[in-house]
């Protein structure tokens, strides 16, 4: 079964500082990686997305993440972060099992609080 | 917005009533998938349908629990006999195809067991 771990609980940064939440998940085969972050009081939204190709894809709000097959990996980046970025972020893996996607696999979420 | 749409949004029952709770997913959305989450967790995943199959049902699901499908388009979920650990969001989310995919989740359904 897959597993996603994510390696901070809570991340306190100010404006303008730089950002990396970390990401990896446990399954050998072909996996689609996606962070999706939670803004207070509202659903789940999709942030980026991984499916093929280009292993550093870029998303909505100058986010992007890098994909490391080798390390299992798909950190999320952002290099100045901004007040309104604080929101709870979840890192998720849909797997490959023959002719047939998986269920979506959450990690625990990393909240960000950004200090204005 | 023809987003996933879950209702009620909010429900509040006594331990041991019974509950439902519906999703409508985006339409021609053939997979629809339930999560339940709880406060500082990530979504825990509950089942999924393609269509009105039922094609995985999580080992953690007590059999109080049961989905349906039964026309492929929206689903109901319910809970028998409720127990206070069962307060909890629960989502709901919806994907276009089997894969390669990405999932659009509702607002949820905010359950409280008192």
């Known amino acids: 079964a897959q597993s996603v771990s994510q390696h901070n609980h809570h991340v306190i940064l100010s404006e303008a500082a730089s950002l990396e939440l970390g990401c990896n998940y446990s399954?050998?085969?072909?996996?689609?990686l996606f962070w999706y972050v939670q803004y207070p009081g509202q659903h789940l939204q999709l942030l980026l997305k991984?499916?093929?190709?280009?292993?550093l894809v870029k998303g909505i709000k100058g986010f992007e993440a890098e994909f490391i097959k080798s390390k299992f990996s798909f950190n999320l980046r952002k290099p100045s972060v901004q007040w309104s970025d604080t929101a709870e972020y979840f890192c998720?893996?849909?797997?490959?099992?023959?002719?047939?996607?998986?269920?979506?696999?959450f990690g625990p979420g990393t909240r960000l609080s950004v200090l204005p | 917005d023809t987003g996933v749409s879950q209702d009620p949004r909010h429900k509040i029952t006594k331990r041991g009533q019974n509950v439902t709770f519906r999703c409508d997913p985006i339409?021609?959305?053939?997979?629809l998938y339930w999560y339940r989450q709880t406060l500082g967790q990530g979504p825990e995943f509950l089942t999924y349908f393609q269509n009105e199959a039922q094609l995985e049902k999580s080992r953690l699901l007590s059999d109080r629990f049961s989905a349906e499908r039964p026309k492929g388009s929206f689903s109901t979920l319910e809970i028998q006999r409720t127990e206070q650990g069962d307060s909890a969001m629960y989502l709901c989310?919806?994907?276009?195809?089997?894969?390669?995919?990405?999932?659009?989740f509702g607002q949820g359904t905010r359950l409280t067991v008192v």
């Open positions: 399954y050998g085969g072909t996996v689609n």
């Open positions: 989310a919806s994907s276009f195809r089997p894969y390669p995919t990405e999932a659009f």
């Open positions: 991984y499916f093929s190709g280009d292993p």
């Open positions: 339409s021609e959305h053939n997979r």
């Open positions: 998720a893996v849909n797997a490959l099992v023959g002719d047939y996607g998986q269920n979506f696999v």
